[in-house]
């Protein structure tokens, strides 16, 4: 997928709040991923065979969960993030009174009131969650770095990991046998983590330590 | 270190540092000094009941297995407190966070179940990943009209690797991170908060 940088300026009253301007970049996204043989590997090769055999076990168990990926990725809509994170978190913005629009980069905003987010999407897809029961669900992983100026945003003054998982667990045989709801899965965790990022940000950006 | 170097000593953290054949019991909970605003705390103060859930786990033994080096489950990992009541105390910290108030007799009733609480390792060839799973569905229930206000399920998860297969405390750690995301899930609810705005006034106690 190619790079994709947005830059949403919002201005806007937050509740009780001065008028706020916030720039949001989501960074380059990742591709659609299954980890599955990954999540339940073990270090058998390298108990056999040592460095060597972890290598190997290690591109086996990529090699396995790719297949598995070519499998699903065909449900997956390529512009999924777009279509639920980035519209999800414009639409909470603007639940809450923000003005949206989008610049393709942070630029030093001249309001004091200017707040930077920028979303770091580091995987997403389809994951083992249960090593016991070798169910698998949707999950989201990524970073959040945000500050009041420009320049807490280049040194990470603030920063939060996200790591969310969807509600519905299934086999991995279950989701292949029946993927059409893939789609609406991850868009609807996206979306869940897009509106929780934002209403972090509305309700917390006085303290932005905070979480 | 060299990869290898570091395989060893995950392998050795999973299953040897740590006793890999003692259960394992972890003390948890949301810690006091964490505070998240959100949409919950738009609503006017409310008084709730004590939160009261039902533990629903499919399996209510463990929160965990311990692992060695090769994957296979040694032994348990438990709650030194029961993990529905850990989990009622995250949900009542999450409506203290927004500014409301939990007391006997509350206005409204939270009741619910407890449908996961789970630590996982994901163990890798260059480094240890510990994942923390809370999951709970809740309902919001006028104590009055018993009227159900809100229903939903919510949830908290956390990730963090390591390069080793670290100890207790940090598995107290992340399962204490995914209780705290439980509670901003709750804070942070748009639809629990417009739910609550929406509530019709008490009519008055029930004769």
């Given at each position: 997928m190619a790079p994709l940088w947005l830059t949403l300026l919002f201005t806007a009253v937050a509740a009780s709040k001065e008028p706020l301007t916030v720039h949001i970049a989501l960074s380059q996204t990742p591709d659609f991923d299954v980890v599955h043989h990954r999540a339940t590997s073990n270090a058998i090769g390298v108990a056999l065979f040592g460095a060597i055999g972890a290598g190997v076990q290690a591109s086996v168990e990529h090699a396995r969960d790719v297949a598995k990926r070519d499998q699903l990725r065909p449900y997956v809509s390529e512009g999924i993030w777009d279509e639920a994170f980035v519209a999800a978190l414009e639409e909470t913005f603007a639940q809450k009174g923000f003005t949206v629009r989008e610049s393709p980069a942070p630029k030093e905003d001249a309001a004091n009131s200017a707040l930077y987010l920028v979303v770091r999407p580091h995987s997403f897809g389809i994951r083992v969650v249960d090593t016991t029961t070798v169910y698998v669900s949707t999950y989201v992983q990524f970073e959040v770095t945000y500050g009041r100026e420009l320049g807490e945003l280049r040194r990470n003054a603030f920063e939060d990991s996200y790591y969310m998982t969807g509600d519905r667990q299934v086999s991995y045989a279950d989701l292949l046998a029946d993927p059409g709801e893939l789609n609406d899965d991850l868009a609807n965790l996206l979306s869940q983590a897009a509106r929780r990022v934002a209403n972090k940000l509305i309700y917390n950006s006085e303290q932005p330590g905070a979480g | 270190m060299s990869r290898l170097a570091i395989l060893l000593l995950t392998s050795m953290s999973l299953g040897l540092a740590g006793c890999a054949f003692t259960p394992a019991t972890l003390d948890l909970g949301v810690s006091s000094e964490v505070h998240v605003a959100g949409p919950?705390?738009?609503?006017s103060p409310l008084r709730f009941s004590p939160p009261q859930l039902e533990d629903a786990r499919l399996d209510r033994t463990r929160i965990g297995h311990k692992k060695n080096g090769y994957g296979e489950n040694t032994a348990d990992i438990s709650s030194a407190q029961p993990v529905a009541q850990v989990v009622e105390t995250a949900v009542a910290k999450a409506l203290v966070d927004g500014r409301h108030s939990v007391v006997t007799d509350g206005d409204i009733r939270v009741s619910g179940t407890v449908n996961r609480f789970w630590f996982e390792f994901d163990s890798n060839f260059w480094s240890v990943g510990f994942i923390g799973d809370v999951r709970c569905s809740l309902e919001f229930i006028d104590a009055s009209t018993g009227r159900l206000i809100h229903k939903a399920d919510y949830s908290g998860s956390y990730a963090m690797q390591k390069a080793t297969g670290g100890l207790e405390k940090t598995w107290t750690v992340v399962l204490n991170k995914a209780l705290e995301r439980l509670v901003e899930a709750i804070v942070l609810d748009d639809e629990l908060a417009a739910a609550l705005k929406e509530r019709a006034p008490p009519t008055g106690p029930s004769l």
């Amino acid at each position: 997928m190619a790079p994709l940088w947005l830059t949403l300026l919002f201005t806007a009253v937050a509740a009780s709040k001065e008028p706020l301007t916030v720039h949001i970049a989501l960074s380059q996204t990742p591709d659609f991923d299954v980890v599955h043989h990954r999540a339940t590997s073990n270090a058998i090769g390298v108990a056999l065979f040592g460095a060597i055999g972890a290598g190997v076990q290690a591109s086996v168990e990529h090699a396995r969960d790719v297949a598995k990926r070519d499998q699903l990725r065909p449900y997956v809509s390529e512009g999924i993030w777009d279509e639920a994170f980035v519209a999800a978190l414009e639409e909470t913005f603007a639940q809450k009174g923000f003005t949206v629009r989008e610049s393709p980069a942070p630029k030093e905003d001249a309001a004091n009131s200017a707040l930077y987010l920028v979303v770091r999407p580091h995987s997403f897809g389809i994951r083992v969650v249960d090593t016991t029961t070798v169910y698998v669900s949707t999950y989201v992983q990524f970073e959040v770095t945000y500050g009041r100026e420009l320049g807490e945003l280049r040194r990470n003054a603030f920063e939060d990991s996200y790591y969310m998982t969807g509600d519905r667990q299934v086999s991995y045989a279950d989701l292949l046998a029946d993927p059409g709801e893939l789609n609406d899965d991850l868009a609807n965790l996206l979306s869940q983590a897009a509106r929780r990022v934002a209403n972090k940000l509305i309700y917390n950006s006085e303290q932005p330590g905070a979480g | 270190m060299s990869r290898l170097a570091i395989l060893l000593l995950t392998s050795m953290s999973l299953g040897l540092a740590g006793c890999a054949f003692t259960p394992a019991t972890l003390d948890l909970g949301v810690s006091s000094e964490v505070h998240v605003a959100g949409p919950l705390g738009d609503v006017s103060p409310l008084r709730f009941s004590p939160p009261q859930l039902e533990d629903a786990r499919l399996d209510r033994t463990r929160i965990g297995h311990k692992k060695n080096g090769y994957g296979e489950n040694t032994a348990d990992i438990s709650s030194a407190q029961p993990v529905a009541q850990v989990v009622e105390t995250a949900v009542a910290k999450a409506l203290v966070d927004g500014r409301h108030s939990v007391v006997t007799d509350g206005d409204i009733r939270v009741s619910g179940t407890v449908n996961r609480f789970w630590f996982e390792f994901d163990s890798n060839f260059w480094s240890v990943g510990f994942i923390g799973d809370v999951r709970c569905s809740l309902e919001f229930i006028d104590a009055s009209t018993g009227r159900l206000i809100h229903k939903a399920d919510y949830s908290g998860s956390y990730a963090m690797q390591k390069a080793t297969g670290g100890l207790e405390k940090t598995w107290t750690v992340v399962l204490n991170k995914a209780l705290e995301r439980l509670v901003e899930a709750i804070v942070l609810d748009d639809e629990l908060a417009a739910a609550l705005k929406e509530r019709a006034p008490p009519t008055g106690p029930s004769l």
